[in-house]
């Protein structure tokens, strides 16, 4: 399964960053993307089991993209922190922005259902080295989307059956994928 980050500071500095302890930072989620950060809790953890859409899992292993120095935005990590310690795994941050083959290789070595929180424009190609094609799932993810999930069900050793689901969790969010 694939998220982008959430909700992001806006270009026009209409919504700031918030870091959690409440002080403007522009390399954090804003304060719409640290509720999405929360509801993504019982998204993906439902307290009865029960998960909204049948082809969701609760994760064994959850992948978010490191920051670096140069790139230093902790949205990907933040929102699937909340969901972490429900669950207590720790976050996998051994990637970053441009390791989307590593990611994959890595994601693919894992025994259990897998979540990736990652930078939008990333996306696609992990999904393309998933499904062994550029043809399968969109090329491009929106910027204006954080409400979206892919996932990904392994049909066979090299075969995948792509999904895209309708997060639904916050006001606003859109009820059709991209």
Not at 20 to 26: F, L, R, S, T
Not at 57 to 68: E, K, L, M, R
């Amino acid at each position: 399964m694939i998220i982008r980050h959430a909700e992001k500071p806006a270009d026009d500095h209409s919504m700031h960053g918030v870091s959690e302890n409440g002080e403007h930072d522009p390399d954090e989620l804003s304060v719409r993307g640290w509720q999405r950060s929360g509801a993504l809790v019982r998204f993906f953890a439902p307290r009865d089991g029960l998960f909204s859409k049948s082809e969701l899992a609760v994760p064994s292993v959850i992948f978010a993209c490191a920051a670096t120095s140069e790139i230093k935005s902790l949205r990907s990590q933040h929102t699937v922190l909340a969901l972490s310690a429900y669950l207590n795994r720790a976050l996998n941050l051994r990637h970053t922005k441009g390791q989307e083959q590593a990611l994959v290789e890595d994601a693919l070595a894992v025994d259990g259902a897998v979540l990736i929180s990652w930078e939008h424009k990333g996306i696609p190609e992990i999904a393309n080295r998933l499904l062994g094609n550029d043809t399968t799932s969109p090329q491009k993810w929106p910027d204006s989307r954080f409400d979206v999930v892919w996932v990904f069900d392994r049909q066979s050793r090299s075969e995948w059956h792509f999904t895209q689901l309708a997060q639904m969790l916050l006001p606003g969010d859109l009820d059709y994928t991209i």
